[in-house]
């Protein structure tokens, strides 16, 4: 008889301890960084450029197409068939969708938190944009522009995870990741063929490439650099870049194919 | 054997609830390879309703909880209806466990949605839905005439008994399901799974070589040796199938309904294939057992185990990870620390039965256990006990760290060479076995901490100082039993001494105290401090009712605040942890 009053007290206690467990494991990752140190000024007078571009050496391989028959209410909204955005050339082997950011050399500083919030669409059943950044702490606003129901999931490293539902015409999510992290991928579990990846920096010098493969990183204080490339595919390259007063200076990053 | 009695319709209801099992774990299958788990990411509604628009992976992960809230109707349905009219009370029991198994499944599958896809949840949950299966598999089985009625099958005195061999394939079955989901859900890499499929297709054929060869005279067993071969050529078939699609289409925007299906097959014939070795093992359980394991010695054996106290001290090794955890839970690594504590405190408990098997067989409360009733031979269950505890040491070490591994060893030997020869010698044996009886917090403590530190004496001391209310009031309880076989605890050498009060009164007393300390300590918040106060005070209301009044209505209600006290306490600091 006591015996199995212990038996029974001590399932009821471990399903409570389980419910427990969980909620204490969330809010750790959740306190943003250090408040930043004074904000540091760039002179406008010296303020330097890096531009450059990123190519494919070789061949990418050929973008599949995305079913989308299960789904009407997605086929509806294309007219073409729809590709995946792994791997996107333009022309003379440029390559789109490559985030390209400072990663070493700003160390210490602290610039101004950005205006206004970046942005993140579920438009035709895909993300738009694919890739973007946005600074940390600056708000992502989350549009569903789909006449169908998305979940919105990213799964960061260092950040916090969520997962949360957005139907038609439901209001647009504000959310922010407070530390940063390269890269966040964003899924969703609804139409499992859409990703997007966000690059989270506490700065505001990167940029994403186009179709054209260039990006340009502008107003920078003059110094030593390094900066760094990524592509969902093919992974990282980081290079040393010293900038003169008021210089621009060009850089190209170049990935392998096949 | 009263065909009169027989209630063919709660069968058909049984063999109804595991086919419909077996369609959930198709379901589930279709959630993970769709890539489904977290299309919905609220639990238990789904999108605040309980009918989403079904679109997209929604109509899979919807499906699969649909289907498994009416397999959780069923089941509630079949353990009520088992409850009332089964006769055989071991039955009645296997109802309750498969609804607890339900309810369970459940809400770990709500735990995957809510905690985002954790793959040790996954796999658990994976796994379950096995064990589930297995469990409305059997009650299929048992409520059916031909199990009641059939006459048993002579035995072919061949060894190893066929049955083991079942058993060992249903074993593998399992196992090899564990390492499958290891794969599927990218955990571990594909060469155990290739090794398990090597292992459980020697078994097969063994299984089906000793079928044709001694039981040409069974066409039942002999079927279903056949159907496992047949079931497990395809669902080789369906693994290679599988591996192959998977590498065929990988870089796929998504997942394609080629790969999904032939997943998902080779899943559910996964199943299909435990199904037939389980059926064969307990077909062939009931052979006249040769020598070695039969049903009713792998029941011993478990009982050697002492389940219930193994689950009690996992709750404490549970706590003690937990609160010494920083950060987010790893669950595997508690997994693993479980896992290991629990094969020591089993295989303790079975040494520690080995060693007490002539004093427990003059008690009434114990005589009915393996040992003193003649059920298992001493020899084997010493061996048991050995391999299991030193399994458990060496598992501690080598999975979590060696800190852990050494304390379990400590408690695993204090316990049998300290305390359990004390008990018929000294009245102070309490005392010396209240070090190992606390000691299971320190594992979970050293097992997230890899040290001790002062913060994991406390616990320890919570731990420690509780027991002593506890057993004291149960040998109040149990005096004349203890009497019997010579235990000198307090009460029943000194039953009416001041001895005991004054350890009653002290230690209830010396618990309220020191369970304030997790809060000086930063451990638990206040939440915590005045909720173990109150309890502390409650407790030792009752422990000084107990000491005046030294009656055993008063002695079991302090046994009851025991009871109720340490949970409550374990869960106060689970909940208000700092």
């Not at chain 1, 110094?223 to 992974?235: I, L, N, P, R």
Request: aromatic content about 10%.
């Amino acid at each position: 008889m006591t015996l199995r009053t212990i038996y029974i007290i001590a399932t009821i206690a471990a399903l409570v301890c389980l419910s427990g467990c969980g909620k204490t494991e969330g809010p750790s990752t959740e306190t943003p960084a250090a408040p930043p140190a004074a904000v540091t000024k760039v002179d406008p007078a010296t303020a330097a450029t890096i531009t450059g571009k990123v190519t494919l050496a070789g061949k990418g391989p050929t973008r599949s197409r995305i079913s989308m028959d299960a789904e009407p209410d997605c086929k509806a909204l294309h007219s073409a068939p729809v590709l995946t955005e792994e791997v996107v050339t333009g022309p003379n082997g440029a390559l789109a969708n490559v985030f390209v950011y400072v990663k070493g050399g700003l160390e210490g500083k602290s610039f101004e938190p950005p205006a206004g919030s970046a942005s993140l669409d579920q438009k035709g059943c895909t993300y738009r944009p694919h890739v973007f950044g946005v600074r940390a702490g600056q708000a992502v606003s989350i549009a569903n522009s789909d006449p169908t129901t998305h979940n919105v999931h990213p799964m960061p490293g260092i950040n916090r995870e969520w997962n949360t539902s957005q139907p038609p015409r439901a209001a647009n999510l504000e959310r922010t990741f407070p530390r940063p992290e390269i890269m966040i991928p964003v899924k969703c579990n609804v139409h499992p063929w859409m990703k997007s990846y966000i690059g989270v920096v506490d700065h505001p010098f990167f940029a994403v490439t186009g179709e054209q493969g260039t990006f340009e990183l502008q107003g920078l204080p003059p110094g030593d650099y390094t900066v760094a490339a990524w592509h969902e595919k093919y992974g990282t390259a980081d290079q040393k870049v010293t900038l003169a007063a008021a210089a621009t200076q060009a850089i190209e990053f170049s990935f392998k194919g096949e | 054997m009263r065909p009169a009695s027989d209630n063919v319709w709660l069968h058909r209801f049984a063999v109804f609830t595991a086919c419909w099992t077996f369609i959930l774990i198709v379901a589930g299958g279709l959630v993970t390879s769709n890539e489904a788990g977290l299309s919905v990411p609220d639990w238990p509604l789904s999108y605040g309703s309980w009918m989403p628009p079904l679109v997209g992976n929604i109509r899979y992960e919807h499906g699969h909880r649909l289907v498994a809230a009416f397999v959780g109707l069923l089941t509630a349905g079949l353990a009520i209806w088992l409850w009332r009219s089964e006769t055989r009370r071991w039955v009645r029991w296997l109802g309750l466990a498969a609804l607890a198994a339900v309810v369970t499944q459940g809400v770990l599958g709500g735990l995957t949605v809510l905690f985002l896809l954790p793959p040790a949840v996954s796999i658990g949950h994976a796994c379950l839905a096995q064990v589930f299966f297995c469990l409305t598999v059997t009650l299929a089985l048992v409520t059916g005439g031909g199990w009641k009625h059939s006459s048993l099958p002579a035995a072919d005195g061949a060894r190893p008994p066929w049955s083991q061999i079942c058993l060992l394939a249903t074993v593998a079955a399992f196992v090899q399901l564990l390492l499958g989901a290891g794969v599927r859900h990218r955990l571990l890499g594909l060469a155990p799974h290739l090794a398990g499929a090597g292992a459980l297709t020697l078994l097969a054929l063994w299984i089906l070589y000793r079928a044709r060869a001694r039981h040409r005279g069974q066409p039942a067993l002999l079927r279903l040796a056949g159907m496992l071969a047949a079931v497990l050529l395809l669902q080789l078939t369906l693994g290679v199938g599988s591996y192959l699609v998977r590498e065929a289409t990988r870089g796929a925007a998504q997942p394609l309904p080629l790969t999904v299906w032939v997943t998902v097959a080779h899943v559910a014939f996964g199943a299909l294939t435990l199904a037939c070795c389980l059926l064969l093992t307990l077909d062939t359980g009931r052979l006249p057992a040769t020598s070695g394991l039969s049903m009713g010695a792998i029941r011993d054996y478990a009982e050697l185990t002492k389940p219930r106290v193994i689950w009690l001290i996992l709750m404490s090794t549970a706590v003690g990870f937990y609160a010494a955890a920083s950060g987010p839970l790893n669950a595997l690594l508690l997994f693993h620390t479980l896992l290991g504590t629990a094969l020591v405190a089993g295989g303790t408990a079975a040494l520690n039965q080995w060693m007490e098997r002539t004093s427990d067989a003059k008690m009434f409360r114990t005589q009915s256990r393996p040992l003193p009733a003649g059920r298992l031979r001493p020899a084997r269950a010493f061996r048991f006990g050995l391999i299991l505890s030193t399994a458990g040491v060496v598992y501690l070490a080598a999975a979590v760290n060696l800190l852990s591994g050494l304390v379990a060893a400590f408690t695993c030997l204090s316990y049998l060479l300290c305390y359990t020869p004390l008990k018929s010698r000294s009245r102070h044996a309490t005392l010396a076995g209240a070090f190992p009886g606390a000691t299971p917090i320190l594992v979970g403590w050293t097992a997230a901490r890899g040290a001790f530190t002062v913060e994991g004496w406390v616990l320890f001391g919570i731990l420690f100082f509780w027991q002593f209310p506890h057993f004291l009031a149960i040998a109040s309880l149990y005096r004349e039993d203890y009497q019997r076989a010579g235990i000198r605890m307090l009460p029943v050498v000194d039953p009416t001494g001041p001895g005991t009060r004054r350890q009653i009164i002290g230690c209830t007393a010396a618990l309220l105290l020191i369970s304030a300390i997790p809060t000086v300590l930063g451990l638990a918040g206040q939440i915590y401090l005045w909720g173990a106060l109150a309890l502390g005070l409650a407790f030792l209301y009752f422990g000084v009712q107990a000491a005046i009044g030294r009656t055993k209505m008063q002695a079991r209600r302090l046994l009851q605040a025991s009871v109720f006290y340490l949970p409550l306490v374990y869960c106060l600091l689970v909940l208000d942890k700092q």
